[in-house]
Structure formats: structure tokens, C-alpha cells
């Protein structure tokens, strides 16, 4: 069983890149079955994807945030990060890592970590 | 982008209802459309993939259906546990949307 994993700084100055790492435990992030990805959630509002990317390198956007968001993978790490700048109030939101099967569902997530942008 | 709208948002229960929750595409995405569950201060949790199919360890009063671009989530018999907000999501392109979500609350 999957188990996922959010860390980085939890405040962000308006201007700023957001920084967040998924540690994955119970498995390999080389596994050719998943795509490893980000969504986020607002205060009180749904949910948003990010971006997905497999461990060799193939890439997916959501198209209104793909200027300002770099997916990358650490094998050697068995982690995965999520780096987002010129955040503003609006990217104040829960950030969740996640896996997708073959970029589908969403079926292992981490627990989220609330990110504020503030200054 | 594709758009998912589900119907309703907000739903009034109580315990051992039934309940259905739409969720209509904005075009056609075969039957890639995946259900989850969120309670309130959690990650969401899938329910249902392929439109139909259960995922393993979910219980079996959830099930859902597909008409077209019309999709269903039916809980058959309400739970305490059940008492949560419901998304739905396509992956029919690499471009992943949700629905704006459903919350089930207690009447």
C-alpha cells in the first residue's frame, strides 16, 4: 500500500515560488504503473489538478497553471516535487500529492498541507 | 478543457436513503469518469473508475452508472460515514477536471 507524504513551507510571500516535496513510502516512484501529480483546494472550494508527471519524464499540465508550475521526479529520493512562483492570495489552497493510474484516478493521497500566501 | 457539473449542490438526507448524484461532461468521455468521497478535513478518496467499476475495499451500496454524457453516483442506503462532499473527475484527455462537488448533508 502507497503511502504519500506533503512537506515544504506552509506560509509563501505573494511574489514568491511555493517549494512542496511528496515523500513516497510502501512502494517505488520507478513504477511505470502511476503518474505521480499535484491537485489543490482552495478554503472552502473543490478540487484542482495541477500536474502529473511519470517517473520517465512524461508531463501534464492544467492549462491555467502550466507557466508557473515545474513537476520534477527523484528517483534516488523516491520523492516527487511541486514548485509553483509569482504565487498570489489565490494560490492559498491545500495541497495534496497524489498517485494517478496511468494519469486517470487519483488513487493513493497524501493527508494535504494548508500552504498560505501572505505577506 | 472538458467541464464537469454535478446536480445537486448540496443534497439533504438522512440515514438509510437512497441517494443520487449527477454529474454531466460538457462532450463525450466514454466511460473515464472517476467518483471520490471527501469528509470534512481529509483527502478525498476514489470510489468508483471506469463510471462503473468499484475500487477495491469500497463498500458495496456505492454504484454508479453512465448514460451518455450523464453520469450517476447512487448510494443505496445512507451511512454516517457517508455524510461527505462527492466529486466527480474525467480522464478522458490528459487535461484532469472535476465537478465542483456535492456535499451530502444530514436533514
Known amino acids: 500500500q502507497l503511502q504519500l507524504q506533503e512537506s515544504g513551507p506552509r506560509l509563501v510571500k505573494p511574489s514568491q515560488t511555493l517549494s512542496l516535496t511528496c515523500t513516497v513510502s510502501g512502494g517505488s516512484i520507478s513504477s511505470s504503473s502511476y503518474y505521480w501529480g499535484w491537485i489543490r483546494q482552495p478554503p472552502g472550494k473543490g478540487l484542482e489538478w495541477i500536474a502529473s508527471?511519470?517517473?520517465?519524464?512524461?508531463?501534464y499540465h492544467n492549462p491555467s497553471l502550466k507557466s508557473r508550475v515545474t513537476i520534477s521526479v527523484d528517483t534516488s529520493k523516491n520523492h516527487f516535487s511541486l514548485k509553483l512562483s509569482s504565487v498570489t492570495a489565490a494560490d492559498t489552497a491545500v495541497y495534496y500529492c497524489?498517485?494517478?493510474?496511468?494519469?486517470?484516478?487519483?488513487?493513493?493521497w497524501g493527508q494535504g498541507t494548508l500552504v498560505t500566501v501572505s505577506s | 478543457d472538458i467541464q464537469m457539473t454535478q446536480s445537486p449542490s448540496t443534497l439533504s438526507a438522512s440515514e438509510g436513503d437512497r441517494v443520487t448524484i449527477t454529474c454531466r461532461a460538457s462532450?463525450?468521455?466514454?466511460?473515464?469518469l472517476a467518483w471520490y468521497q471527501q469528509a470534512p478535513g481529509k483527502a478525498p478518496k476514489v470510489l468508483i473508475y471506469k463510471a462503473s467499476s468499484l475500487e477495491s475495499g469500497v463498500p458495496s451500496r456505492f454504484s454508479g452508472s453512465a448514460s451518455g454524457t450523464e453520469f450517476t453516483l447512487t448510494i443505496s442506503s445512507l451511512q454516517p460515514d457517508d455524510f461527505a462532499t462527492y466529486y466527480c473527475q474525467q480522464y478522458y484527455t490528459y487535461s484532469l477536471t472535476f465537478g465542483q462537488g456535492t456535499r451530502v448533508e444530514m436533514k
Open positions: 508527471m511519470s517517473y520517465s519524464g512524461t508531463t
Open positions: 462532450q463525450s468521455i466514454n466511460s473515464w
Open positions: 497524489a498517485t494517478f493510474y496511468s494519469n486517470s484516478y487519483a488513487n493513493f
